[in-house]
């Protein structure tokens, strides 16, 4: 719009100055060089065919040549010829107001007399209205003080106006968006954390902790959180991708040390979850030894901020006040530049993370310890008398306290301690130290506004290689809604090449499955004995031949 405003009043002034100053057909030349436009070249030959037209016609210019006053209306009539031409290529036959008065005025009747006795011709007529039309053109192009709806208005023909859609609020907050992905703006959190004691052995899958009986869906985030983990880590990522299926996806993995922690969510989350932002702190001999400590990730869905903190604090009994002093260290080490309310004191260690977000979930193993004896405990749980074990644990003790972890709660414990077992069995620990069962394993979570719900806290007795239980607790958490350009940020990343080997992995199972099965009903049948004899690890690495030699 702005570029052709630029045309027309150039073309305009170009023309009332030609008029006004020469008013000859050399007006022609002059309007192409004072133009200044991009469309010079084709004004230009476009006047220059109108000139020899005219002058091929030579026997009726030399006739009104013979009298002065005629002559000078024949060249006015000539370079006004040129100019509407010049003007009707341009526009290509748009109505303009200014062009339809100067052919009305060309092909109109005879002389006009006005009221105090003159005469003026048509073409006389024409020069005095470009004349004053431009002249107040000038100023108003000249002037820096005119707006630009007074120029559209003198200048230019009036232009329909479209209905444009009324933009909306980016700052009111959208509950459209929300209710989309979530009804009744809740979200279900799946909460696991592990010892798993180093182990190099890594299963191929772990349904009965992802999906245990309790759950009668898959959860709307997953977080898995593992203590001296082990070393095939990336291994370990492409179990849980394996397990849980296409339906989610792994769009962050920290580790510190033998601490890992990964968050899945389903698919189509990755276009709702932004500010990604992960962090660690060492914990360990001399606050540099990473064998100790923890690693944290903090994200945003839709309106609501979420931390997620998995930690191996200190060991023994007797180390309680140490174990208080890392935790408080965490907390206000954890760096989240993104989620400090108060940008004057986001300087790590001066501000405690947890009460700057909506959110917090603390899981890992705090080794925080039962203070009884082994037979006691033993009996307590023999009975199932899990709030006597509960009354003598070090962090229930020191959280009713405020010693640690202020403003923090654990849901109701209905388990028995996840520590310390055999590996491999399920009796606990039998070796000379006979460590007293602890509740060592835990899942604590704060909430602002009491946005957060525990629904089940549980542990998994059949994971046996470690000499501690998994512990898992499912969660709803109420989001609140943001403005639709805060989801913008998101970027929709998602680890894909963990994704594709899970899938892989997946459909090998599911055909090893398949072949087992088939294998089993062929073992029934009397007729197919060759195959009862071959061992079974033979059948899986040699599935292939095996079934085509049964079929």
């Not at 999906?211 to 898959?218: N, R």
């Amino acid at each position: 719009v702005i570029f052709n405003i630029y045309i027309y009043i150039n073309i305009y002034i170009s023309k009332c100055t030609c008029l006004r100053e020469n008013g000859t057909a050399d007006a022609a030349q002059q309007i192409i060089s004072t133009s200044g436009l991009a469309l010079k070249p084709i004004l230009s030959s476009t006047l220059i065919e109108a000139s020899d037209k005219e002058d091929s016609d030579s026997s009726d210019e030399d006739s009104v040549l013979d009298d002065p006053t005629a002559e000078k209306e024949f060249k006015d009539h000539k370079t006004v010829g040129m100019i509407l031409k010049a003007e009707e290529f341009m526009f290509k036959g748009e109505e303009l107001p200014l062009f339809n008065s100067f052919q009305s005025k060309l092909h109109g009747k005879n002389v006009k007399r006005h009221s105090d006795g003159s005469q003026t011709s048509p073409l006389q007529d024409i020069v005095n209205d470009c004349t004053s039309t431009f002249s107040e053109s000038d100023d108003l192009y000249s002037s820096r003080h005119s707006s630009q709806n007074e120029l559209m208005n003198s200048i230019l023909p009036p232009i329909e106006r479209r209905p444009i859609r009324k933009s909306s609020n980016k700052e009111e907050p959208d509950f459209e968006e929300l209710e989309r992905y979530f009804p009744n703006h809740q979200m279900s959190i799946f909460i696991t954390t592990w010892n798993m004691h180093s182990e190099k052995d890594v299963p191929m899958l772990v349904e009965e902790l992802l999906i245990p009986k309790e759950c009668e869906y898959l959860q709307d985030m997953y977080v898995i959180g593992t203590q001296e983990c082990t070393p095939q880590r990336r291994e370990w990522e492409v179990t849980v991708q394996a397990t849980l299926g296409r339906t989610h996806v792994i769009v962050r993995s920290e580790s510190l040390g033998d601490i890992h922690l990964m968050i899945l969510v389903r698919r189509e989350m990755i276009w709702i979850i932004r500010d990604i932002q992960s962090s660690t702190v060492a914990c360990g001999a001399g606050g540099v030894m990473r064998n100790k400590g923890a690693v944290g990730i903090a994200l945003t869905v839709f309106g609501s901020t979420i931390l997620f903190v998995t930690s191996h604090l200190r060991a023994h009994s007797s180390k309680v006040k140490e174990r208080n002093l890392d935790a408080n260290r965490i907390s206000t080490s954890l760096d989240f530049s993104r989620y400090y309310k108060n940008t004057d004191k986001a300087i790590p260690g001066d501000v405690d993370i947890t009460e700057q977000i909506d959110n917090v979930f603390w899981a890992g193993d705090l080794n925080y310890r039962v203070i009884l004896d082994r037979s006691s405990v033993e009996t307590s749980i023999e009975s199932q008398n899990f709030e006597d074990l509960l009354r003598e644990d070090q962090l229930s003790q020191q959280m009713a306290a405020g010693h640690v972890f202020k403003g923090f709660t654990e849901h109701k414990i209905s388990f028995p301690p996840t520590f310390k077992f055999d590996p491999g069995s399920a009796n606990y620990d039998t070796s000379q130290k006979r460590r007293v069962p602890s509740y060592t394993d835990r899942i604590l979570y704060k909430s602002k506004q009491d946005s957060i719900t525990p629904n089940i806290y549980s542990y998994c007795p059949t994971l046996t290689f470690s000499d501690h239980r998994p512990v898992y607790g499912t969660f709803c958490v109420i989001l609140k809604p943001c403005p639709l350009s805060s989801t913008l940020r998101a970027n929709g990343w998602f680890d894909k090449r963990a994704y594709t080997r899970g899938m892989k992995r997946r459909q090998i199972l599911s055909f090893n499955k398949a072949v087992r099965s088939q294998v089993s009903q062929l073992q029934q049948r009397s007729i197919v004995k060759k195959v009862t004899t071959i061992p079974v690890k033979k059948v899986m690495s040699n599935k292939r031949s095996v079934v085509c030699s049964v079929m």
